[in-house]
């Protein structure tokens, strides 16, 4: 890059280099740090992705190819006592709810895209810029340098993901089940929360796991072998889609709920260069909605808004127009935090009082009509940011 960068990017994940790409076709000059993975473990994650990620990432031409991305058309949640709740993409007039996506697959679009955009910089450290934003995550190193607190809620719960080949197909329909299982060492069963979401394209028979557990149920399901460990998932969900066979490692991480205590500032030591958070550095929740990067995504299109609309003399560091952006996600982010925390909360609850009222209040939505059919748009993300207007008011430098 010849000239110095317009705004450095720490963090190459999806959530950074969407950023990046969205950034550098509005001609801003862009540094992304990238620094190598160490971990060698396969990658076994895939994201539930909703109409907004999917426009975002198509206007950027990075949109994954089928069997990378499976449509879904059906969501069906179970209670732990006959409540049941089932979402459908044809009550919406729609062809599906969402897609599940390959994370490898989805970030080597994104990297190719990356090297082909000459206004973007891969480097291996940090560089000065007007405006840094930080996507590096939720144990981000830069937010912690920065002083920034991070308030976070431990979860009782681990989420164990891996991969399986089913004996039947999965029929583009998620499936989730909020229920009590046996944990070594505790005498009182423990609230779980299991999903199966489908991979592979249509008409597809492999699925990726969720299972959000107990740390020792957890610790417990990763020493099992494979043969063992598929025949505890095809109990725990009733031989949902018959007998089922490991087709990757596992991995485990603790879950949790967190968000920043602010997401933009000055740099230190300068009066010319600010900086703001964005995805898993500003905020995490409990994965069981599905809407992790979705809501990262969501920051990316809001800061590349902001920065695309702003007055032509107004500096990228103005914190005047960061607040902007701070402003727009923090309420989007919180609704949802709090959305997932009640749900994991909910479910937690022990006793037949409690029992009684999460599964009647399933079924109850269930039939909710306009209210059901209103909470499943905003899921489906119906409002999905705008896509490339030519930039006519950017100061040239």
Known sequence: MSHPPDICIRGAGIVGRSLALLLAREHWRVALVDVPKTSTAPDVRAYSLNGAAQSLLQSLRCWPDSPA???????????DDGGQLTFNARDQGAGELNWMVDVPVLEARLAAAVQFQPLIEVVSAPVPAPLTVVCEGRASQTRAELGI????????????????QCEQPHGGVARQWFRFGETPGLSQAQAEILALLPLGGEGGHEVALVWSTHPARAQALMALNAEDFSHELATACGLALGR?????????????????????????????????????????????????????????????????????????????????????????????????????????????VWQQLRNRGLSGFDRSGPLKRWMTRQAMGSAAPATHTPLTEKATS
């Not at 905020?283 to 069981?288: N, Y």
């Open 149 to 164: 607190g991070f308030d976070i809620t431990h979860y009782e719960q681990h989420a164990v993901a891996t991969r399986l």
């Open 69 to 79: 991305v499976t449509p879904v058309h059906q969501m069906q949640v179970w209670g």
């Open 244 to 352: 089922m066979t490991l087709t990757s490692e596992r991995a485990v991480w603790p879950l949790q709920l967190a968000r920043a205590e602010r997401w933009i500032g000055p740099m230190p030591g300068t009066s010319a260069q600010s900086f703001a958070l964005a995805g898993d550095a500003a905020h995490a929740m409990h994965p069981l909605a599905g809407q992790g990067l979705n809501v990262g995504l969501a920051d990316a299109a809001e800061l590349a808004k902001v920065i695309r609309t702003k007055e032509f003399w107004r500096p990228l560091h103005d914190l005047k127009l960061l607040r902007r952006y701070e402003r727009a996600r923090q309420a989007d982010v919180q609704a949802m935090g709090l959305v997932t925390d009640t749900l994991q909360r909910l479910f937690a609850q022990q006793g037949p």
